[in-house]
């Protein structure tokens, strides 16, 4: 794993805005995983800066992590409403380029399994941002979610659902079920990159990178991808024991010119 402690939030979109950048020049039409939730919003920010001044995202494909299950087509805190908002109006890609599970599907076991097929139609992703749950969670794998899980339905957590309840009226209006790339899936991304900001996120970021590798921590799993990158501000890096050895590691690597 990598881990590179920045100052704050736009200082980490930077970061990964860059590595996307960096990576549409290598592959102009890579499937980029996009995650919601507030942590991702400075790297749209900073993609959307690059692209006024020039970067291309004309062929670039965006695939979705994970939905709610049983909102309405159209409701403003459906995940796909919220890439719609956060990432393709404000990148200018179209929607033949971007591939979602559809959380309002009469038959969601059968659209889970549909969304497995459409990755792998698609190529596979090449680059999946991440966020962290303050239970642990990637996507919305929450613990004990199998390292080998695929595209499933999954019950949040009650922790999860007190996390989210800021994006609706009222913690009863938080669904309780989601779809979401299994860990399994997730891993098969060729490069990961997990953001955190935040004291909240401090003690799962702790656990998930210097902890023992355990399905109770399911971002532990990181542990295992061959090119995995966490990106944190000081506060999410504040328990980490060995964080100015990270740090040093930062200065000193020539490779992360690029991460
Ligand atoms: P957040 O969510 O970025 O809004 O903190 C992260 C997550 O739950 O994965």
């Known amino acids: 794993m990598e881990i590179v402690i920045v100052p704050d939030a736009a200082a980490q979109g ?54 709610y299950v049983g909102l309405p087509v159209g409701h403003p805190e459906s995940y796909r409403e919220v890439v719609r908002r956060e990432v393709l109006d404000r990148l200018g890609i179209s929607d033949d380029r971007f591939m979602g599970p559809d959380g309002s599907a009469e038959d969601v076991v059968a659209a889970c399994a549909a969304y497995e097929a459409t990755l792998k139609n698609a190529g596979g992703v090449d680059f999946q941002l991440l966020g962290i749950g303050t239970d642990g969670h990637i996507g919305f794998n929450e613990p004990i979610s199998s390292f080998a899980s695929r595209t499933r339905v999954k019950t949040l957590t009650e922790q999860t659902r007190v996390d989210n309840a800021r994006f609706f009226d009222s913690l009863d209006d938080v669904p309780q079920h989601v779809l979401t790339q299994g860990i399994g899936t997730i891993m098969e991304a060729r490069h990961l990159v997990l953001l955190a900001t935040g004291e909240s996120k401090a003690e799962a970021v702790a656990l998930a990178v210097e902890g023992p590798l355990a399905a109770i921590v399911p971002a532990s799993v990181l542990q295992l991808h061959p090119h995995a990158t966490v990106i944190l501000d000081e506060a999410a890096a504040s328990r980490l024991k060995l964080a100015d050895y990270y740090r040093s590691t930062y200065r000193t690597k020539p490779s992360w010119q690029g991460i």
Not at 16 to 44: E, F, H, M, N, Q
């Open 14 to 67: 930077e970061l990964a805005a860059g590595a996307v950048a960096d990576l549409l020049d290598r592959k102009p039409d890579a499937l980029i995983g996009v995650a919601t939730g507030s942590t991702p919003l400075p790297v749209y920010e900073a993609l959307q800066r690059r692209r006024d001044r020039g970067l291309s995202l004309d062929r670039a494909r965006i695939c979705q992590l994970d939905e």
